[in-house]
């Protein structure tokens, strides 16, 4: 299964994807989506466009969306919903399910811990992903949300499995 992560922003999106194999998982590309232009709109499109071309390239199966939180700048958090409506939109158009996973959750299941710092949060990819080169922090973090969600799809396909047998 290929995984695509997608850390939501919209001066800087970050994707990962890695590819699942049973328990391993194995880091295929990541980088960031800079978004182009003066208003919104424009760099809406600019994001739309790059995160088009990731799908096309390295075609997920699945993808994941970091949730976006409310911050003290009420503006910040709608224009971040905004990209992350894009984040949503992409692989959803392509046909794939998308998971989404608050922040909190990403870093505990990454980290161990749900109030990791972005530090922690790229060095345990590298940890996961053995020799992975981290196009920066956005990049990391759209990773760990690959990682994430790849550790609960396996749960929930259990899960459904034990059922069936039950049933």
Known sequence: MRVLGIDPGLRNLGWGVIDVSGSRLK??????????????????????????????????????VEKTFVNKDGAGTLKLGQARGIAMLVPAKAGLLVGEYAPNTVKKTV?????????????????????????????????????????????????ATAEQVRA
């Open 111 to 159: 980290v161990g811990v749900g109030h990791a710092e972005k530090g922690q949060v790229a060095h345990m990819v590298k940890m996961q992903l053995p020799g992975v080169v981290l196009a920066g922090p956005d990049a990391a973090d759209a990773l760990a949300v690959a990682i994430c969600h790849a550790h609960h799809s396996r749960s929930a396909e259990r899960v």
């Open 27 to 64: 880091h295929v590309a990541n980088g960031t989506c800079v978004s182009q232009g003066c208003d919104l709109g424009s760099r809406l499109v600019s994001l739309y466009e790059q995160l088009c071309e990731v799908l096309t390239k390295y075609q997920p199966d699945t993808a994941a």
